[in-house]
């Protein structure tokens, strides 16, 4: 079992290799995607600057507090993109028919597809997010939380994404919704929760669980909480699980496309 596990970290990591070498043959493209979504983040911090310039807080947040907030958003966002890409493009991948390439593979099918593309400009949202910290203010323990959060946080957007993607195997139409809600995750990672009443604060640690990727991990590195640190722990094994479970379930519905493509 751990060996079955060791060999597919492994084969993870040598398909984001690749995926990056193959993106590279073009450096000059590769680092000005880069460049240009570090750029296209920092703009967004403007318009907090002029909101925080008329009042002192917002939501109990000041303007140290977002910049937090938004280095968490960013990275989470980035390292879903740089590892799990094709996880938000799943439901193309079930509707076309095209997961044959990795059914035929000998390695576990929901990894091989999700791992199978890497979005290069997401190394930028990464690096931001890692700009934030350090804008915010950086410690020995507070470094290690935020690599920890943008690790679970990742693979919470990620299995949200593949979930709701997922939907597509019994609904035929069922991108739009996926992209809908998917949006609705990124979208409000960068607000701060506690500017929404209780019932929408319900929603964002259920239905769309922006609160576990996002206001949690801000929350516990402000003010470090044991219970909030395995709670985010939990929900990250648990929504990862539930990824797999929906995946193979819908797996079982899949029309294959009798495509005859091979992946390199």
């Known amino acids: ?42 703009s967004f911090i403007i318009q907090w600057i002029v909101l925080f310039s008329l009042r002192q807080e917002i939501g109990g947040y000041t303007m140290k507090e977002i910049i937090l907030l938004w280095g ?4 989470t966002f980035g390292l879903s993109r740089i590892v799990f890409s094709k996880a938000f493009e799943l439901s193309e991948l079930i509707i076309e028919g095209k997961l044959d390439t990795f ?14 593309q890497t979005k290069i400009s997401a190394i930028g949202d990464l690096i931001y997010g890692y700009i934030c910290l350090f804008v915010y203010g950086v410690t020995v323990s507070n470094f290690i939380l ?20 997922c939907i597509s195997f019994w609904i035929v139409k069922g991108d739009f919704f996926a992209d809908a809600l998917s949006n609705i995750m990124i979208d409000f990672a960068t607000y701060p929760g506690n500017i929404f009443k209780e019932g929408v604060k319900i929603l964002f640690y259920t239905v769309v669980p922006v609160g576990f990727a996002n206001y949690l991990p801000v929350e516990t590195i402000l003010n470090f909480n044991f219970v909030n640190f395995v709670c985010i722990i939990g929900f990250t094994v648990i929504i990862t699980a539930l990824a797999f479970a929906v995946f193979y379930k819908g797996l079982k519905r899949y029309s294959s496309s009798n495509l005859m493509n091979s992946r390199i």
Do not use: C, D, H, W
């Open 72 to 75: 968490i958003a960013s990275g």
């Open 103 to 116: 059914l035929v593979q000998p390695k576990n099918v929901f990894l091989s597809a999700i791992t199978s």
């Open 146 to 165: 935020f690599t920890i959060f943008l690790i679970t946080g990742g693979i919470i957007v990620a299995a949200f994404a593949s979930i709701v993607n």
């Open 1 to 42: 079992m751990l060996t079955e596990v060791r060999n597919q970290i492994k084969v993870i990591f040598l398909s984001l290799k690749y995926n990056i070498m193959r993106e590279m043959t073009n450096k000059v493209t590769f680092i000005s995607n880069v460049l240009f979504m570090i750029l296209n983040n920092s």
